[in-house]
């Protein structure tokens, strides 16, 4: 990724302290967040001053691994667990948290000895780190390959490189496409409401990529779908469950029916680590429900240059906040992975699941 | 309509003072402003100090009225059709304010002696403001019928009594059941992006009539309607074809496709006067575009009080802000009008039409 011509990652570990990209503050403010303790990491991941299911996944191994260094030796695999369990409690639909945090503790089970465990804690949360990183270039390899050079993309939230170690799922076929292949693409950036990861980060992302984009109001994409101004869609997702279904980002699911309904291409980009192989079904995914304050003010950049909120609705009223909504599979074009690009089925997802190496 | 426990109109004329609710205020401040010129009346439509279908037909009656009160005799008719050419400028795609301009100029035309065509004004001007508050309360009886107890509704954007005279059209079917047959009812009021006439007006009416409401994100309310959580949609128009499409608040389409995928019932409510008998088809209804700051900008209060905006993008970003979608007449359950419930098609319309009584 790219941050004024610099090269960043979203989240990484320098000794014992995480630092992440502060992704409260953009695009206002561009800030590395030194994260020391488990506290400070179980509030970044709630509040989203990291968010995105890769990112968090990554979170969630460098959290075991920070754990693991800051721990005394008597209490050492209490200690892990503990960590994993308050971890896994931050937030409740994207898979990649447990992915990341399973990650890593699961292979410290077959060491004796904490002073290795802690170095194999450490080296696991950099390689699933790495790991995410070049998944979602290669989702972007496999999914440049669908678009067409002068295509319109239509994405949702953020799903870019912020979302995740770098590159991102969503956004990165659009990011191989421009800078391996040198197709002119424009995105229709949605603002996705309450967050405003599109508008706030994914648009950032673009800024900083010198990529063509407008952004549009929630409600514009699918008059733009209607209007044939949209080639191809890609988006993320938090969770795969094991027939194909989808959780993402709430609103993802009105934007495939109105595809579906108007023949374009519906594409969701993901790791394998976003797979449950556990959950049946998109009925079976957590969804959270988050603070309605969210909804009743917006936060940004006030004309003195503050970051501020401003309230939008009347005192009186209360909101419902649901962060993610299950699209069906029926609606889904593919599932676009590391390993390639599968039907969103069983039997897509069984595909995708076999050509998965154990690490 | 009810404010605080007094009675209200959106707009009305007091001499030659058209007074109006500013919507630009809600639901942070209530406040009336005088019109007192042409001048101030176009920009007070321009900049959505009165929007919503029926309120800006009133808008223009009145303002011909207006004209006519102020205009000298010599001029007086030339006047006249300059105000109306102005008027009709202001924005482009709700039909009533055609009609509401049409309703009073027309009438003048057999008025040979001045003094009487500016009684004549004021009378059309005031009979048409009448007629749009009588013909909301009538779509509200009429539509009143399609909601059981304890239903469910949905909405977009604000159709209410802000958006019209009084009663409004997509609101006045919930007014009605609650008020007139004291039947349960809770909205989902969308936000709708980007002017928030949702969380900011219809929220604001909800809290003033005292009926239960949840606002959302626009991005919810299809994850409503896939876990079958809504009962029942109505929405406004801002100009319906003679094909049974409408154009409505953008966001409107996607609703109506969603809604048809889960087989929710989805009415469109509107006064005669929002059909375009003229316009074949919604293709040719002419869809306005706003200024992109609508979209880069969140209007709010903020934590001291005062009415203020926040930046939600990069600088370096820019947006498209497209006001208003078609939605083909096949997603429409039905359009109720104050002539009665009518399928959304040719024939539909014609119907309509038909009953249609000239004043």
Redesign the interface.
């Known amino acids: 990724m790219r941050v004024k011509d610099k090269q960043y990652r979203t989240i990484w570990m320098d000794k014992t302290i995480i630092r992440l990209i502060n992704q409260m503050l ?3 403010k561009f800030e590395i967040v030194d994260v020391k303790k488990l506290q400070e990491l179980k509030l970044a991941i709630n509040n989203m001053t990291i968010r995105g299911a890769g990112a968090i996944g990554a979170a969630g191994a460098f959290g075991i691994a920070q754990a693991a260094m800051l721990s005394n030796d008597k209490d050492f695999f209490d200690n892990l667990t503990d960590a994993a369990t308050q971890l896994r409690k931050t937030r409740p639909t994207a898979q990649n948290l447990f992915t990341g945090i399973d990650f890593v503790l699961n292979a410290l089970k077959k060491e004796s000895k904490v002073s290795l465990a802690r170095e194999t804690a450490v080296r696991r949360a950099n390689l699933y780190a790495d790991m995410d990183a070049s998944a979602c270039k290669k989702i972007g390899e496999f999914g440049a390959g669908l678009i067409k050079d002068n295509a319109k993309v239509s994405t949702h939230c953020n799903a870019g490189w912020l979302a995740f170690v770098d590159w991102g799922s969503a956004l990165s076929p659009v990011y191989y496409a421009v800078k391996e292949q040198n197709k002119n693409l424009f995105v ?2 949605d ?4 967050r ?1 990861q599109g ?2 980060l994914t ?2 992302e ?2 900083n990529e010198n990529i063509p ?11 733009l779908m ?1 209007q044939k101004k949209i080639d191809i869609v890609f988006v993320g997702a938090d969770r795969i469950a094991r027939n194909g279904d989808i959780a993402n ?3 993802t ?2 934007s495939a ?2 595809a579906h ?1 108007n023949n374009i291409p519906f594409y969701v980009a993901a790791p394998v680590s976003t797979i449950d192989a556990n959950c049946p079904s998109g009925d079976n995914i957590p969804i959270e429900e988050r603070d309605e304050n969210e ?9 003195a240059g503050a970051i ?15 962060g993610f ?2 699209t069906p599979a029926k609606y889904i074009t593919g599932i676009i992975t590391e390993m390639g690009i599968y039907p969103a089925s069983y039997d897509g997802v069984t595909q995708i699941l076999s050509k998965v190496k154990k690490v």
Request: hydrophobic residues 40%; glycine residues 6%.
């Open positions: 953009l695009p206002h229709y950036v603002e996705t409401r309450p405003c508008a706030n648009a950032w673009l800024v984009h407008l952004i549009i109001a929630d409600n514009v994409t699918g008059a209607y980002k709430i609103g699911y009105s029916v109105v309904d909804i009743l003010y917006v936060q940004g950049k006030d004309d501020s909120r401003v309230r939008i609705s009347p005192e009186g009223s209360h909101a419902l906040n649901i909504d299950v």
